[in-house]
């Protein structure tokens, strides 16, 4: 795979492609094989042993109108990739991946601004695979071993990086409405009760659609409620 930088450990790929970005090219994989300062979002921590897919990319310029739907591009590439695997994934709005209910990958997206209308990109992807230690990351996780699947690492991260440059330059020039159709086929709590926590506030609702923009559109005490960012936690 061109542009490829494999560690057997980092502290995170994420951190090290922020802190050389700048010597690198746009759409640079660094991937390791553990991390001993793996990062999740809202700053959690991202429990990384032997065993698991840990990448990130670069990507650079990126127009900002649709940046917050790149990581949701990447989670579809992610289901589409287990898809192959013979599993049924599913998106929980935004960006994690889960099968079973169970979390199996999730992803992060960090953004360095070099003016107002451009950013430099950098998405995280975690997907357990065989690791040890799921039972102590605070949510329901499984991993492909668990599920009774297997992959090559390298065969996965290359199937998932091809799922996401097929839709890349589309996405960028005509924003999410380009892959909703696909996003919503795997959006498991479509027409469901939801709560969705952002810092301190809940909203309680159903789970009504996904807008043309990939936000999360809520029916809540009788109103549409457009969701731009959260966690989904039921
Ligand atoms: C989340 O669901 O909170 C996002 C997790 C993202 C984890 C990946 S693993 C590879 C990359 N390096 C990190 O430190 N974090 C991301």
């Known amino acids: 795979m061109e542009n490829l930088l494999y560690f ?12 050389h970005a700048s010597a690198l090219h746009h759409g640079t994989v660094v991937c390791a094989d553990r991390q ?11 429990v990384s042993a032997q065993g698991g897919l840990y990448f ?27 898809e192959e695997l013979d599993l049924s994934p599913a998106l929980k709005w935004p960006n994690d991946v889960q099968v079973n209910g169970q979390k199996i990958c999730g992803i992060l997206s960090e953004a360095l601004f070099t003016n107002p209308n451009c950013a430099t990109v950098i998405l995280g992807v975690g997907v357990n695979i065989s690791q040890d230690g799921l039972d102590q990351v605070g949510q329901p996780a499984t991993s492909l ?7 090559d690492k390298l065969v996965l991260l290359s199937n998932v990086l091809d799922y996401f440059w097929k839709d890349y330059d589309n996405l960028l020039a005509h924003g999410f409405d ?25 909203i309680s609702g159903t789970a009504e659609d996904i807008s043309p923009r990939g936000t999360l559109l809520l029916r809540s005490a009788g109103q549409l409620k457009e969701i731009y960012i959260g966690d989904v936690i039921v």
């Open 56 to 82: 990130s990319i670069l990507l650079q310029p990126v127009k900002t109108d649709y940046l917050p739907n790149l990581t949701q591009l990447m989670a579809l590439s992610v289901c589409c990739a287990l």
């Open 145 to 151: 071993k668990e599920l009774g699947a297997q992959a």
């Open 178 to 202: 380009t892959i909703r159709a696909a996003y919503l086929r795997r959006f498991a709590a479509l027409g469901k009760p939801i709560s969705v926590r952002n810092g301190t506030q809940t």
């Open 8 to 19: 057997e450990e980092l502290d995170s790929t994420q951190t090290y492609l922020k802190e």
């Open 36 to 46: 001993t300062a793996g990062r999740g979002r809202y700053d959690r921590k991202w």
